[in-house]
């Protein structure tokens, strides 16, 4: 049985994020989410929720090499808790440590020579790197 899943790349200015199905194993970003740190942007979020009715939810997780809890691991597990008792969906994580590197080579590797990249694609980053943490967690949930 297919399921819809949204995966989240949260950072400290925007999320990105995906759908995907674990049927098909594929994801595709959707929407890059802008807020400033203080507020995150809800009603934006239960919009996707509203639209995509998934059955689950991945956030990638920046765990530290070192193993040590950082601020920002902090903020990100407490997005991910913000989001479970919000929405009542399960939740998933995966690492997604490189996510954004990976996004940015992905960018540069489909700009053409000599082309600058545009403030548009920049911010297909985000979204970029939601859809590679979702296809993490998909292709994990399909060796299973």
């Known amino acids: 049985m ?21 049927q098909t194993a594929t994801a595709q970003g959707i929407a890059t989410l802008r ?10 979020i239960d919009e996707l929720i509203q639209t995509w009715q998934p059955d689950m ?26 989001l479970t008792t919000r929405y009542g969906l399960p939740i998933r994580t995966v690492d997604e440590r490189l996510t954004t590197q990976q996004a940015d080579a992905l960018i540069q ?6 082309k ?8 297909l980053r985000d979204q970029l790197a ?6 993490t967690y998909l292709n994990d949930f399909r060796s299973s």
Do not use: M
């Open 2 to 22: 297919s399921q819809t899943v949204l995966g989240f790349d949260f950072g400290t200015r925007k999320i990105g994020v995906a759908v995907g199905q674990t």
């Open 35 to 44: 807020y400033n740190q203080c507020k995150i942007p809800w009603k934006q």
């Open 57 to 82: 939810l991945v956030v990638g997780i920046a765990e530290p090499a070192d193993g040590k809890e950082t601020d920002f691991l902090k903020k990100t597990l407490a997005f991910s808790h913000q």
């Open 109 to 114: 590797d489909n700009t053409p020579a000599g």
């Open 116 to 123: 600058s990249i545009t403030p548009r694609r920049k911010s």
């Open 130 to 135: 939601a859809e590679l943490i979702l296809k």
